[in-house]
């Protein structure tokens, strides 16, 4: 799932370098984020985004790219949500 997630973003017009992708990737290796999609979020946009004029297109495709993950989300947990989108991603 985090390869369309790469290739959406680069899509999406948000300026990702292989090298900020690797990054992320050690990170997530590492278990910086856990299993949470919100520490996730908050890891990725923090890795990935280099100027805060590309946080409302990184939300969108955030957004799209993990919508389902609601499903499988642990009881009482809520989306994290992008203070400037509003978008529960």
Do not use: I, N
């Not at 979020?41 to 923090?46: I, K, P, T, V």
């Not at 939300?59 to 799209?64: I, T, Y």
Request: proline share 7%; net charge positive.
């Amino acid at each position: 799932m985090l390869l369309p997630f790469f290739t959406a973003l680069r899509e999406a017009k948000v300026p990702v370098s292989l090298k900020e992708w690797l990054h992320l990737m050690e990170a997530m290796d590492k278990g910086v984020a856990g299993r949470d999609v919100e520490a996730f979020y908050h890891l990725s946009r923090a890795v990935l985004v280099k100027d805060e004029k590309h946080y409302d297109r990184f939300d969108q495709v955030f957004g799209k790219v993990f919508k389902g993950w609601r499903a499988s989300a642990p009881a009482g947990r809520s989306p994290p949500t992008s203070p400037r989108t509003g978008c529960g991603c």
